[in-house]
């Protein structure tokens, strides 16, 4: 089996390849490193490989299929991490100066989780700066190019992780989604995207940015890999109080449930008091909303068409289409930047030249050390958001601004609250326009944030989305449809996603 294959047939083929012993997990784990030093000059998805704890593991699941044993669900399974997620032994540099030549001592859970699963990880994934950006353009080491056009960008942040999958350099990558982040990219380089619920996915090991906003999860070939991998790494972790006690249902074979049955029974169902699940369940073909809020002035008119399309292909299957509104959606992006830059300005205070990483030589005061250390290590746009982020929590401003953020917040939860009262998931662009050109928005911050309008109101909200392919513009550029769920529904969400991707 070859690098080329595995992309077409994905993580259950590689298994089972490995299993039957057509080809052996280190052989693989090789092939997909060759490729790597071929491809990823051009693209700079990778900011570290880690081949000596890819070669381990690899001998580990072909000891196991050579000895006959049942092999676990990701063996041999070539994956990389973005590198805001910690890795024991393994630098870690959250794309920034700061942490150049910090190596953590533990990993993150998520990591753990997929390595218990026989994952093999070739390495950690170009992102921008602590993941504040859309386009990758904010890494404090080189910006990812698009593989589907060089000139343009990946998206971002997790633009390692979306450009790694869509070059067939991993075949399953993680990402973090803060304000998009997963999604997004996901979107402009044509693979699955998913952020799943706030607490399904363990935030211990993750490097935080905005805490009440960041969620890990899958960049993966196929919606059924992102099932794969979601249902590897969901679940109830100690290591954070934040992860939910919430029954990780198998993502899997829900996907094959028609769309036009009995709706959502066996789903992860909701955290009581937080949306209305119990209410829209019943018989019938599933309801599938559509926002106008979403379809506004804004929206590429090519993204739209596809977009469209792609609902109406829903309704085809079986689904019911039905408006509803969000009302507050025009207040998201505003909300979001100052929820994630007043949490941002939190997080980041711990980098100060004494526990992590980066620390500034020759200042002559301990105070002189702080800001030298800080203004060296931290990029343009930290800097922009620690300042921004502290302007809001100050005291005179924080009623005006974080309060107020915070109350905008309620409100758009509430939006989708009463939305999935009348249907079963949300169906969006991902974003406003296909991947744009490296360079075009990095002196407009403003025009940049813009790149998140359809993606923040489920970090805000905290519930399911993702983003799967559903066509092309006239130059080859991807588009993403993007499908929102309730609390803990990433069946759901799963679920319609895949039959519209078999469907195409
Ligand atoms: N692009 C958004 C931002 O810059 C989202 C980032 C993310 O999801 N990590 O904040």
Known sequence: MTADQVKEFGIDAVRNAIAERRISASALAGEFFARIEKEDAEIGAFLTLSEERARAQAARIDEMAEAGEELPALAGVPIAIKDVMVTRGVRTTAGSKMLDNFVPPYDCTAVVRLEAAGAVVLGKLNCDE???G?????SAYRPVRNPRDKKRVPGGSSGGSAAAVAAGMAVATLGSDTGGSIRQPASFCGVVGLKPTYGRVSRYGLIAFASSLDHIGPLTNTVKDAALVLRTIAGRDAMDATSADVPVPDYVSELER???AVRDK???GSRSGNSN???ARGNGPLRVGMAKEYFGAGLDAEVRSAV?????KLASLGCEIVPVSLPHTEYAIPAYYIVATAEASANLARYDGVRYGFRARGARTLGE????TRDGGFGMEV???IMLGTYALSAGYYDAYYLKAQKVRTLLTRDFDEAFNKVDVIAAPTAPTAAFKLGEKVDDPLAMYLADIYTVTANLAGIPGISVPCGETREGLPIGLQIFGRHFDEATVLRVAHAYEQSR
């Open 266 to 268: 066996a789903s992860g």
């Open 134 to 138: 859309s386009s990758t353009e904010n």
């Open 369 to 372: 050390m702080y800001r030298q």
């Open 277 to 279: 699940a119990g209410d």
């Open 130 to 132: 602590f993941a504040m």
């Open 383 to 385: 800097k922009r958001r």
């Open 258 to 260: 028609p769309l036009n």
């Open 308 to 312: 469209e399309a792609a609902i109406q």
